[in-house]
């Protein structure tokens, strides 16, 4: 089964003020409206030795109403099968709609939720997808301090399939801006156990934000488990913005 790293984003969406892509932990600045934003990435992990992900995969977030936006990504996907063999093909699609429900002001943080539905368009058998139908349900938060902008919160998944269970995760991040379309930052991500027999997995990441072009932006990421397993993870991807 493709790892849970499908599951760990989120939600992808990014404003001005960062967030989402390039970390695991999403943040709840939705795309202005009639704007977009575009994705084009890889992510992927290795844990014990084996080695899955998303490469390449597509992602577009679009402002469709004030404090609203859409979101939809499809992925080729690369995992080992049930027979043990790296296979490589069309992965889970997603779909999302962010809500913003609270601006930020000098007292309170703005708050978001981002509900978000992973079909079963990559094969299970294939190491692919989850086969089954996914869904997640967040609550994100963000609060600006000068150059430091601070996001995090998280949401419970629902996981069917023999085996599995439903589970939740949350993630705290820490970025400080260098210059209009440049950061970097940091972030501590926490997921329960997905399955029986798996444990639950506490992450760190470093990321950054390259401006290339206007409205043109290289963004990354790579981290460690340090809590519940041994392995690691990475973004890279390109975004753009209209």
Request: contains cysteine; aromatic residues 12%; proline residues 7%.
């Amino acid at each position: 089964m493709i790892p849970r790293l499908t599951a760990l984003v989120l939600g992808l969406s990014c404003a001005a003020l960062l967030a989402g892509p390039p970390y695991l932990t999403d943040d709840p600045d939705p795309v202005e409206l009639h704007h977009w934003e575009a994705y084009l990435f890889a992510m992927g992990q290795t844990s014990q030795g084996v080695r899955s992900g998303l490469a390449p995969a597509m992602e577009a977030n679009y402002g469709a109403f004030p404090d609203v936006h859409l979101q939809v990504w499809v992925p080729l996907a690369y995992g080992n099968g049930v027979d043990g063999l790296r296979h490589r093909g069309l992965g889970d699609a997603q779909f999302g709609v962010k809500y913003r429900f609270v601006h930020e002001s000098d007292n309170l943080p703005q708050i978001a939720t981002y509900p978000q539905v992973q079909a079963p368009s990559g094969s299970a058998v294939d190491g692919l997808g989850s086969g089954h139908w996914r869904v997640f349900l967040p609550l994100w938060l963000q609060k600006s301090f000068g150059a430091w902008t601070t996001f995090g919160g998280g949401g419970w998944w629902r996981n069917p399939g023999e085996g599995n269970r439903n589970y939740t995760n949350w993630g705290w991040q820490l970025q400080r801006e260098l210059g209009e379309g440049n950061s970097l930052g940091a972030e501590v991500f926490h997921q329960a156990s997905p399955a029986l027999g798996q444990p639950a997995t506490t992450v760190w990441n470093l990321g950054f934000e390259l401006a290339l072009i206007p409205h043109l932006q290289l963004v990354g990421s790579a981290g460690r488990a340090f809590q519940g397993g041994h392995g690691s993870q990475f973004y890279l991807g390109i975004r753009g913005k209209t």
